[in-house]
């Protein structure tokens, strides 16, 4: 009796979890149905008939975004909806990039909120209150661009340890991973400004850093296929995202402490009529910043690295990719160093002055980033209300494209890839901007860090990547090193990997380095 009783409790117990799961997925396909656009726009990649959600459209979209891409525009040179991994998304041509750019009606932060999740355990690294947005666009906009000059020599220094240890001065040819012996460099130049020489050298931080990068990408990535009601749920038993909550509990035992320790000094200096100790570093920025007020430091930190990391080190991983096919360019690029550290003078290992003066590798980067941006299409935004969108003023004429309130818009990056802007655009050119900026009309928009319609790598406008002119410094000291000492020949053939619209940097790909001596000190 006990036993028949027990097996009709679990046999209701499990009836209850297929209605309530049922449910769920039934009301988040309704939700999903009443967001579906009402335009003049095409929706592809919509799902099939017998498909009651869009978890297999996003999985499409996963495997063949490129292609359902081109679909899209086959139909609509203007711009069409998508499924995508976010669900229905508007893409457009690129030339509304510069209709939107400056635009306060398309929300940056109100579309990272909606797609990157900090609604789900261990993604809290992707939330930020309004001190939080606050501290970071002052340390990022106002600190880490504005203070470059000071930062140079720090970099620098961090770029020469990684690669000693990561990549050894070994005289004899030895194998390495690039990406992975990439990310360990970006990771200690990034510490040692964001956080000071004891986190740039402290392993279990460092670790932390990466694994956080790593992780929080992934799960945000794998939870993009479920329905966005039953995300929080799934999230509490998600790998990726269980991994993640117990390593932001080991970093906030790292900075939270820190962050203490400052305040108490501080608050003692002040006390004791002393003048408090001087940090040029990022703890001493956001408290700046804060003034008082609460803030999570741990986040910061982690969305500081999360930022810096991820994207600087798979460009860096392409960059170098692109290089080393290239043995030619790689003594080109030597040259260029030499001349630039020699004309220095010799009294400074390096300057912001002798940085900017890398032309060729500049050219060399933005080439790069053209054929292998961060992806397919950028200039994501959330719209905040109605309107009609006109490519020529920005304004609302009739004939402009309807825009719904809370369609989530991002722009497509073909046009760095069209024969009609770009000759022989398929091929890469290291001299291409180069020689651009020889031309009067384009001297400024050939520079890595300029934006413009036709190259958006950086997005465009007020919400271009603020931290593009720290990333580039970060780069170019990396790479002179990397060159200078090293010499570099393929091992694999590096391919480029796109998961929906991201593209990535071969992650598995080695090169072969052996150590020499570098004609100039660096």
């Known amino acids: 009796m006990i036993s028949a009783l027990l097996t009709a409790i ?52 996963y495997s063949n975004a490129k292609e359902i891409i081109q679909a899209g525009f086959e139909k609509s040179k203007d ?18 990039a510069h209709t939107i750019r400056n635009d306060k009606r398309f929300d940056f932060h109100a579309y990272r909120v909606h797609t990157m999740l900090p609604n789900v355990a261990g993604l809290k690294v992707f939330e930020m ?15 880490l661009t504005h ?41 200690q130049q990034s510490a040692r400004v964001f956080l000071g020489r ?20 992934s799960a945000v990535r794998d939870l993009r296929v479920y329905p966005s009601l039953l995300r929080p749920l799934v999230g509490w038993f998600l790998p990726a995202c269980k991994v993640l909550r117990g390593e932001i509990a080991k970093a906030r035992t790292l900075i939270e402490p820190t962050v203490l320790a400052r305040q108490l000094e501080k608050a003692r200096c002040v006390a004791e009529g002393l003048e408090p100790p001087v940090y040029l570093d990022t703890i001493a ?27 600087t080190s798979d460009f860096l991983t392409q960059v170098i990719y692109d290089i080393v096919a290239r043995p030619g360019l790689i003594e080109e690029l030597r040259k260029e160093i030499i001349d630039v550290r020699e004309n220095g003078g010799g009294r400074e290992l390096w300057n912001k002055g002798a940085v900017h003066q890398l032309r060729l590798m500049d050219s060399v980067m933005k080439e790069s980033q053209r054929l292998k941006p961060t992806g397919l ?15 020529s003023d920005g304004g609302g004429d009739k004939d402009g494209i309807p825009i719904k309130k809370g369609d989530l818009v991002m722009i497509s990056q073909h046009n760095h890839w069209d024969e009609e802007i770009y000759a022989n655009a398929a091929s890469f050119d290291p001299y291409r901007y180069y020689q651009l900026r020889k031309t009067t009309t384009q ?25 593009r002119f720290f990333a580039a410094a970060e780069t170019k000291l990396a790479l002179c090193h990397i060159l200078m000492k090293y010499e570099l020949k393929l091992v694999d053939s590096p391919k480029v990997f796109t998961v929906g619209s991201i593209t990535s940097a071969d992650p598995v790909a080695r090169i072969a380095v052996r150590r020499r001596k570098e004609e100039v000190q660096l």
């Open 377 to 391: 299409v950028n200039m994501r935004r959330y719209a905040t209300e109605k309107m009609r969108l006109s490519s």
């Open 198 to 217: 004891s986190f740039a050298h402290n392993p279990t931080w460092l670790a932390l850093s990466r694994s956080i990068t790593l992780h929080a990408f």
């Open 285 to 311: 920025w956001a408290e700046e910043c804060a003034r008082g007020r609460p803030y999570d430091p741990a986040v910061v930190q982690l969305t500081l690295a999360l930022s810096a990391m991820h994207n």
């Open 79 to 96: 711009g069409f909806y998508a499924v995508t991994e976010n669900g229905i998304e508007l893409i457009l041509a690129p030339k509304y």
């Open 129 to 143: 209150d309004q001190v939080g947005k606050e501290i970071m666009s002052y340390i990022i906009r106002q600190k």
């Open 443 to 467: 001297e400024h928009a050939a520079h890595f860090v300029a934006t413009s319609v036709n190259h958006i790598g950086f997005g465009h406008g007020v919400h271009g990547c603020p931290g």
């Open 10 to 61: 679990r046999d209701v117990g499990k009836c209850t979890t297929v209605v309530v799961t049922s449910t769920l997925l039934i009301i988040a396909f309704i939700i999903t149905l009443s967001h579906s656009p009402n335009s003049r726009l095409p929706l592809v990649n919509s799902p099939k008939r017998w498909e009651i959600s869009f978890t297999n459209a996003k999985k499409r979209y």
């Open 147 to 187: 203070q470059l000059v000071d930062l140079i020599e720090p970099l620098s220094e961090e770029a020469s340890d990684a690669l000693q240890r990561s990549w050894t001065d070994n005289p004899d040819w030895h194998e390495i991973n690039v990406k992975s012996a990439l990310l360990e460099v970006i990771s």
